[in-house]
């Protein structure tokens, strides 16, 4: 008898060790009055997903990892490479070593910082077949990603479902970010109706500093707090832009949906259809053929942009990219043929980096 009774209070002396360190971990966040006990209380139940693990999705997922968030769900089609090192601050040399994906590597190193929440990784590539498999359940959709089209298809996704989520991108020293409250502000699609044509800027092509990846993810895992927390009111409604280097900011508000917006005025929604995604098919043996047509490409830009990246060659109607293993063929009109995959995920991510999306 009196045994069980030392072990019961054993026990009861165990727990309360570990509420201490829990309460001690968070301590100098729940002294910060914009989130007090209550808003740790909320934290801990809230489900977040971030989609994309690399330098955002990483800067974003260990700031509310540390903050408590309860589950954190992290998706990613991609793995950890030496060249994404300098920016990408969950990774470290081992994880490129082993060619690990993102997402787990993601998992790993934030359990050993923060075991007591739920990390879930997925690693997948968000398409409209299985995003609801994916979102579903979440409180607030974050976004690590590096091209328009999974963008557009979170912002149907979300403005359908009436979930918040938040806008994040950096290239070169230039970090944008914008909150998504559906119903209230403006959607993406309100402030960007297409996807940019062209010629546009990818980190492969223009380079990143990290330090606007930080920056854009602070300010985004800041925004995600208020939210988690219920402090609405002090959410930012504006498109807010920063070029580190240039010291150059801007805002424009987005505190309206748009009259006429096709995603949250006229709730069509192409992306979440598939129809707004380049068509993508195999074609032939070991190579996937991208049907963009609308992404005029000038040649000579782009020998110039891919050449630090592999080797290039044009003549005016079609120009090669060698990026060991890949062999890209490019058409003035923006279609592409990738040889050395048969993986359209992959086709689909190499032309997102050194293309555009
Ligand atoms: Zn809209």
């Not at 979440?138 to 403005?159: C, H, Q």
């Not at 230039?174 to 998504?180: D, E, G, I, K």
């Not at 409250?181 to 980190?203: H, K, Y």
Request: proline share 4%.
């Amino acid at each position: 008898m009196e045994l069980v009774i030392s072990l019961a209070h054993e026990s009861r002396t165990q727990e309360t060790q570990a509420d201490r360190t829990k309460s001690e971990r968070y301590s100098r966040q729940v002294l910060f009055r914009g989130i007090g006990a209550e808003g740790q209380r909320k934290l801990a139940a809230a489900r977040v997903a971030i989609v994309g693990c690399g330098a955002t999705g990483s800067a974003l997922a260990a700031l509310l990892a540390r903050a408590g968030v309860g589950t954190l769900r992290i998706i990613d089609r991609d793995y950890v490479e030496p060249s994404n090192l300098q920016r990408q601050s969950l990774f470290d040399e081992k994880d490129a070593a082993e060619s690990l994906p993102k997402a787990i590597a993601a998992a790993r190193k934030i359990a050993a910082f923060n075991s007591q929440i739920a990390i879930e990784p997925k690693v997948e590539d968000l398409v409209p077949a299985n995003i609801e498999a994916l979102l579903a359940g979440m409180s607030l959709i974050l976004d690590g990603t590096d091209n328009f089209e999974t963008r557009y298809l979170i912002n149907d996704y979300a403005v359908d479902r009436s979930l918040p989520w938040i806008y994040s991108a950096a290239v070169g020293s230039y970090a944008v970010t914008l909150n998504v409250l559906p119903g209230q502000t403006a959607c993406l699609a309100c402030i960007f109706p297409d996807s940019p044509r062209g010629m546009v800027e990818t980190c492969e092509t223009s380079g990143i500093l990290n330090s606007a990846v930080n920056l854009v993810a602070s300010i985004a895992a800041t925004e995600a707090l208020k939210l988690l927390v219920g402090n609405t009111s002090q959410v930012r409604r504006t498109l807010l832009s920063f070029d580190v280097w240039s010291n150059e900011h801007a805002e424009i508000s987005a505190a309206k949906p748009r009259p006429g917006c096709r995603a949250c005025g006229e709730r069509d929604f192409i992306h979440l259809a598939g129809e707004g995604r380049p068509h993508i098919t195999l074609c032939g043996r070991n190579s996937v053929q991208i049907h963009e047509r609308q992404r005029p490409i000038d040649f000579t830009e782009m020998d110039r942009l891919l050449r630090p990246h592999g080797t290039v060659r044009h003549n005016d109607f079609v120009l090669k990219f060698w990026h060991d293993p890949y062999e890209m063929t490019l058409f003035p009109d923006g279609r592409a043929i990738i040889k050395g995959t048969t993986d359209t995920a992959v086709a689909r991510s190499l032309y997102a980096r050194y293309v555009g999306s």
